[in-house]
């Protein structure tokens, strides 16, 4: 698959004036992407769990303009319109105006919200550019007279949610998605976000996933800085090899529900990902005191009880606690009782594994 195949030959429908709105999912990595080239193209492959309550909705109303010349369009978070977001959805319309060459041609209105709370420091920009992805496909979809087929239509959606944010291209569908070529991962692309296509064990079914909010302040470096840091990175090239490697290691672990194996892995892979950011020029660290906290409480539960309780991170301080759906009580107390001191207001999100986008 190149890129040029997603470049529409011409539509068949014209239209005047519509409205689409997309429900759409964040999702947490379990082998992580940092690092990308040109075109926001992955150094690595990475695979995440899709979640299921921290959505963003968006609805997207269009109506045909006079000039096709430049792009026009307004931006409402909550009601409220929030002229911030717009440089960052001009740059997102300007990588993808050769794949969407109508998208001159229309005003937009964008209205957004997201069912987590925004200053959470949670990332929506990967649920966010997901789901105004799939409303301007919904748009290509009615100009090409609706005969797009859903593959298609999701594998187009995820590659122009790829050009907004990285990660916005595994957020899309459920309920396990691969990003970036890797030789023994079938259909997998640098383009756009795959489900992942071998056997899942029962284990992994309905895996939950609550995230503690330790820091819901905005974060005091972005992904995309973070992410151009691993250039001329000296662990840069060792890091890439290991997270294919560690994505090759997690097939016979997803299998046979190597609980174990699938424990060491993430933690590991989170853990990196922190490394790279303290060994980076310059330097940062994300995390926080509470974060440290938080790990090292799972750590002597885990010991002390036996459990499959473990945590990933990921480019803040919150921390993402992964358990399986048979010990969801006693996490839940465990978290009451032990971690949610160390929230920031006590807050948390209980979420789970999800199955992806909704057309509303
Ligand atoms: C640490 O997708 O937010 O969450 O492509 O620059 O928008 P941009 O970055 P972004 O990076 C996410 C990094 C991560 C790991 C991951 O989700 O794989």
Not at 208 to 221: F, M, Y
Not at 249 to 257: A, S, V
Request: with cysteine; charged share 20%.
């Amino acid at each position: 698959m190149q890129e040029n195949q997603f470049i529409p030959k011409s539509y068949s429908n014209s239209i005047e004036k519509g409205s689409f709105t997309w429900s759409s999912p964040s999702n947490i990595a379990l082998v992580k992407y940092w690092g990308k080239k040109k075109d926001q193209i992955p150094e690595n492959p990475s695979i995440s769990f899709t979640l299921n309550n921290c959505k963003t909705i968006t609805k997207l109303s269009f109506s045909k303009k006079e000039s096709t010349d430049h792009f026009a369009f307004d931006v409402f978070l909550d009601d409220e319109k929030k002229d911030d977001f717009k440089p960052k959805i001009e740059t997102f319309f300007k990588r993808i105006e050769t794949y969407l060459p109508f998208l001159k041609g229309f005003y937009f209105k964008i209205e957004t919200s997201n069912t987590f709370p925004h200053s959470s420091g949670i990332a929506s920009s990967a649920s966010g550019m997901s789901a105004l992805a799939l409303c301007l496909m919904s748009i290509e979809k009615e100009l090409s007279g609706n005969i797009i087929l859903d593959e298609v239509f999701y594998q187009k959606a995820s590659f122009l949610a790829r050009l907004g944010s990285g990660s916005a291209c595994r957020s899309l569908e459920g309920d396990l998605i691969v990003w970036g070529n890797h030789k023994n991962i079938e259909g997998s692309s640098n383009l756009f976000g795959v489900k992942y296509p071998y056997q899942v064990h029962e284990n992994f079914k309905n895996y939950q996933d609550t995230i503690l909010l330790v820091d819901k302040g905005e974060k005091q470096v972005s992904s995309t800085v973070g992410h151009n840091l691993m250039h001329n990175h000296p662990f840069a090239q060792e890091r890439f090899k290991q997270a294919s490697a560690n994505l090759n290691k997690l097939i016979p672990i997803l299998k046979t529900g190597d609980m174990d194996g699938f424990i060491a892995l993430v933690e590991s892979e989170a853990l990196t990902l922190h490394a790279m950011m303290m060994t980076s020029m310059p330097y940062f660290i994300l995390m926080k005191p509470n974060t440290l906290e938080i790990i090292n409480k799972i750590w002597s539960f885990r010991q002390n009880t036996g459990s499959k309780i473990c945590f990933t991170l990921d480019a803040g301080a919150n921390v993402h606690v992964l358990y399986p759906e048979n010990e969801s009580d006693k996490i839940v107390e465990f978290i009451k009782n032990e971690l949610v001191v160390f929230c920031q207001k006590g807050e948390y999100i209980k979420d789970k594994i999800g199955f992806g986008a909704q057309l509303l």
